[in-house]
Structures are given as structure tokens and as C-alpha cells.
């Protein structure tokens, strides 16, 4: 007895220690972040919030910037969809992906015979849907804002005249990409010329069209003079956009995803991304689970998290599309029942082989040049943001008199759904091409709550493997106790139903874990394996302090004060 009287203070102390959080290894500040893909929005986004500005007002300016530092993902001409939390613990969702033009149809990519027509989903005016951002930040603005648009848009606009220094990363992307611009453009195109590190970019046309934005609010880009040149300029490359669809095009208001994990309260973006119903099933199958246990991306850990991510992938691909056109059985997929039998199959013994996984071969191949952005400001509203122009400068198509590079969204869609396409990519009906359809996301800007205050704002690039960076991420933090730096920075693993296999990191992963991983029926993906994810995020700290965390895969950035 008295043994154990003995031992009682030294097991409360170690059961306490798993609770004491990490201590912060990012950028802590006081009051207010902007964490994002390029130094020169997060500053923006911020000085927005030192001049009076709320969250929002700082997501309009940091959407904006990105368009003008990092072309490669942000823009004018993609979409994307925004998660937020107000300070009274308010939620909610915006839409603003893009849109299948009016003459689109299921079969616009198909030739006579039925077959996808190499290139025209990705390269060029025919790859491009409706873009959705420029309505998205002045829904945001128009809702939440308190700042004018004018001292908002006034910073971006001066930083488009004043130019962007080409970081190292930026001139190795921009140098890959250059044979594909020239392709498109021809080699008087802007980004024909090389560009070094050190150098330079303005973006005279660009702030230009910003002006015209400035000016006419949302009708600046979507009607008159900016409108007409650039359904003009598709039209011209035989593209589909016309000025009507440009006209309709609106941003739409959506209720998040909203569920429990263990005390968290994860709210996550609802379809047509994917995000958020994913990450729900996957953490509902993790739940009964004691995961933080385990260890950090051990062999249980790996094991569990690929389980779960493997089961969800199937439903995602199979249910999920635009809820506008397609029933989508959520209350199903979504039930404690239904994920229980789910994993009923599951064993630490063995892989589950994604052949007797329910829905047939249903391949992902989405793009993974996407951003986002995590802002949190003085009040504590949170603002979670994830934008794109699908593949990396989107269809490679530069409108040199607006300044600005277009989608190649469409691609998203099933181009031919049951059959595979050039990329292997198998597609379901339930996200088959339709005329004002929005395409399928995987983007899964995230907010996470814990004991009913702000805890975490997460989100990431990464095409298919935006969601399961999210998950570890979030994870990370909660259950494998890491600072949110250190969990962003965390190598990171990916499985999505097909291809059956496992992508890991180039380092990070011991072979002695692949072999073990192996010997119980997991396919490990063999040669160089790209990054996974440039997650930004913000941890709440519990004496109400921000720490960030910027992905140092790229050449993001937290800032705040």
C-alpha cells in the first residue's frame, strides 16, 4: 500500500506531462499572424491588421498579394475556398471555386470516337474554368470587412508597381517551367526570359487590373473592359469563357463541416471540396484508437493513419462532387455505424489491400500547385484559406494585358468518367463536367477548436495529399505533443486508396520501418518521392499568444505582431 501511495504523485506526474503542450519553436506574437507562401503577403496581411483592419479585411489583402508575389499558385485567375471563425465562435464557409463555362458538357474533352484529347483539360484556353477569386474576396469584404477596399487594395497595387525580388526556389520553378510557357505563349511572353535569384519582377498590366478592381469593386473584373479583353483572349486561343459566364459567376456561402476528435472541434471545408469530409471520416476511424501512444510516425501510427486514409479515399472519389448537381450521402457517410463497419476489416497484423476496399479503381491524380494562408487577428476571428490555380501557373496561359495567369481547373473534373484519361486519372459520375458545375477539391482549409476557444488554423497545398498533410499536422500538435513549427516541419507520409501504395519523403523514414512496413503487406513507393504539402498554420498558445508555423519546404513565411 504504502508502495503505492508512493507511486501515485510520480503517475500523476507523467500522465500530466502528455498534456503539458509543446513549448513553441516558430514565431510567437502577441495579438495577430499572417502566415503564407511569400514574405511580402504575410507583411501585407498584417499591416492590413496594425491599421485597424480585422481578419478578414486581411484575408482580401493577403489573397490579393499572393497573386502579385507567388503566380505560381495565387491569382486573380483561380479560385478557392475559405473557412473562418469569428471571436464569438461564429462559423462558416465560402466557396468561391471556379466554374465549368456554359458550353461545357460531359464530353467537351473527348474526340469521335470517345477518347480524351491529349492536353486540352491542362494546357492552354480550353483547360480554363470561370475564376472565382476576385468574387471571394469581395463577398468576404462585403460581409466582414471593416477597412475601405481602397486602403486594402492600395498596398497590393503599389507592391505589383514596385516589384517582387525572385527568391531561389522561385527562379529554379520559374526556369522548369519556361519551355511550357514559351509552348503556350510564345517566346515574347513574360516569363520567356530567365529570371535569377535577386532579380526583380513588376507587374505593370497587373496593377493595372487591380486598379479597374479597385474602382468597380467585383463588376471590375467581371464585367466591362477587364471582361471583355479576357473573354476575348480566350475566345481567341479557342477557349470557352464568354462574358455571360464571367457575368454569372458568384461566390457561394457554404456551412462547414463541423465534427468531434477526442476534445477537439474540428471545423473543415464542406464539398465541392473534399477536405473536410475526408479528414472527418478519417479521424472518426483513428478515434477509438490511442494514436498519441503509438509514437510519432511509427509503424502504428503509419499503419492506422494509411487505414483509415485509404477507406476514405474510396468514398471520396466515388460520392463526392459539386452538392449544387449531386446527392451526396453524408449523414451515412458520416455515422459512427457506418465507419465502424469500415474498419471492421483492419488489423495491425496486415495491410488491407486496396482491391477489396469498397468503389472500383478510382485513380487521383489532382495537381498539387495550390497555397494557402492562415490568419488570425487582433479579436481572435481566424481565417483559414486555400487558393489555386490548379497545376503549377495553372494552364500556363498569360493574359499579358491584364498581368495575370489562368486556370486549368477543368481538369478537376472527370473528363470521361469510368474510362482512365492520359494520366490514368478514373473518374466517378457524381463529378462528371456540367455547365456551372464546380470541380471536386481536395482543399481543406481547417479550423480547430479545443474546450470552446481557438486552438489551431491549418491548410496546405498538395493536390490529393492536402488532406492527409492536414490530418498529421493537426496531429502532430494534439497528439504527438510538437510545437505547430515542429509539426509543419514534421516529414510527412501519404496514402490515398490508389495507386495501393504508400508515398513517404525523401528523409525522415528509416528503411528499417519500410522493411516492417513491407513485411506486413504495405507497398512502399520506390525512387525520389516530391515534398508533401507547404502547410502554414497557427497554433493558439495557452496564455493567448500566436506561434506560428511556415512550411520550410517553401519560401513561407510567418508574420505578425
Known amino acids: 500500500m504504502r508502495r503505492l501511495i508512493l507511486l501515485l504523485p510520480l503517475l500523476f506526474l507523467l500522465s500530466n506531462c502528455r498534456q503539458q503542450p509543446a513549448p513553441p519553436t516558430g514565431l510567437v506574437t502577441e495579438r495577430a499572424m499572417v502566415v503564407s507562401a511569400r514574405e511580402e503577403a504575410s507583411k501585407i496581411g498584417v499591416a492590413i491588421m496594425r491599421k485597424g483592419g480585422n481578419a478578414f479585411d486581411a484575408m482580401v489583402a493577403t489573397e490579393l498579394a499572393l497573386a502579385v508575389a507567388y503566380p505560381f499558385a495565387g491569382n486573380l485567375g483561380g479560385g478557392g475556398f475559405m473557412v473562418y471563425r469569428k471571436n464569438n465562435g461564429d462559423v462558416g464557409g465560402l466557396d468561391y471555386r471556379e466554374k465549368a463555362p456554359l458550353s461545357a458538357h460531359k464530353d467537351v474533352y473527348l474526340d469521335s470516337l470517345g477518347n480524351v484529347i491529349p492536353d486540352m483539360s491542362t494546357v492552354g484556353a480550353t483547360a480554363v474554368g470561370v475564376p472565382g477569386t476576385v468574387a471571394g474576396v469581395f463577398e468576404v469584404h462585403e460581409k466582414f470587412g471593416s477597412l475601405p477596399i481602397e486602403a486594402i487594395m492600395k498596398p497590393v497595387i503599389a507592391l505589383a508597381e514596385r516589384g517582387v525580388v525572385v527568391t531561389e526556389k522561385q527562379a529554379k520553378r520559374i526556369e522548369s517551367y519556361r519551355e511550357r510557357f514559351i509552348d503556350v505563349n510564345g517566346d515574347s511572353t513574360k516569363f520567356a526570359q530567365g529570371f535569377q535569384p535577386g532579380d526583380t519582377i513588376k507587374y505593370a498590366e497587373l496593377a493595372l487590373t487591380l486598379q479597374k478592381i479597385m474602382a468597380n469593386g467585383k463588376d471590375g473584373f467581371y464585367k466591362g473592359e477587364v471582361a471583355q479583353k479576357l473573354s476575348g483572349f480566350i475566345q481567341e486561343r479557342g477557349g470557352f469563357i464568354t462574358e455571360e459566364d464571367l457575368a454569372k459567376y458568384e461566390a457561394k456561402w457554404r456551412q462547414p463541416i463541423i465534427f468531434k476528435y477526442k476534445d477537439l472541434r474540428i471545423i473543415s471545408m464542406c464539398p465541392p471540396s473534399s477536405g473536410g469530409v475526408t479528414i472527418n471520416q478519417m479521424f472518426k476511424m483513428m478515434e477509438p484508437y490511442d ?168 491548410g496546405t497545398p498538395g493536390g490529393s495529399t492536402i488532406i492527409t498533410a492536414v490530418a498529421q499536422t493537426i496531429l502532430n500538435v494534439h497528439e504527438f505533443n510538437l510545437s505547430m513549427q515542429d509539426a509543419v516541419n ?19 523514414f528509416s528503411e528499417e520501418l519500410k522493411t516492417e512496413l513491407r513485411s506486413k503487406g504495405y507497398q512502399i513507393q520506390e525512387g525520389r518521392s516530391p515534398i508533401i504539402g507547404k502547410v502554414d498554420a497557427i497554433r493558439v498558445l495557452s496564455d493567448g499568444r500566436l506561434e506560428g508555423g511556415a512550411d520550410r519546404r517553401g519560401d513561407d513565411k510567418a508574420v505578425g505582431f
Open 490 to 508: 514534421a516529414p510527412r507520409f501519404h496514402h490515398q486508396w490508389m495507386p495501393d501504395r504508400i508515398k513517404f519523403e525523401e528523409e525522415g
Open 291 to 458: 494514436i498519441g501512444d503509438y509514437g510519432h510516425n511509427s509503424t502504428k501510427a503509419i499503419q492506422l493513419f494509411t487505414e483509415t486514409a485509404r477507406r476514405a479515399y474510396a468514398d471520396r472519389n466515388f460520392f463526392l462532387g459539386d452538392p449544387d448537381f449531386v446527392e451526396i450521402p453524408l449523414d451515412v457517410l458520416l455515422s459512427d455505424e457506418y465507419l465502424q463497419v469500415r474498419m471492421q476489416d483492419f488489423s495491425f497484423e496486415k495491410a488491407t489491400p486496396s482491391s477489396v476496399v469498397a468503389h472500383g479503381q478510382v485513380e487521383i491524380l489532382e495537381h498539387a500547385e495550390t497555397t494557402h494562408y492562415s490568419i488570425v487577428d487582433t479579436e481572435g476571428n481566424a481565417i483559414s484559406a486555400t487558393t489555386t490555380l490548379n497545376g503549377g501557373f495553372g494552364s500556363k496561359l498569360y493574359v499579358p494585358e491584364l498581368g495575370f495567369f489562368l486556370n486549368n481547373e477543368m481538369d478537376d473534373f472527370s473528363s470521361k468518367p469510368g474510362v482512365p484519361n492520359m494520366f490514368g486519372l478514373i473518374g466517378a459520375e457524381a463529378n462528371s463536367i456540367a455547365p456551372e458545375k464546380r470541380m471536386l477539391s481536395s482543399m481543406t482549409p481547417t479550423i480547430v477548436e479545443r474546450e470552446g476557444k481557438l486552438y489551431m488554423v491549418v
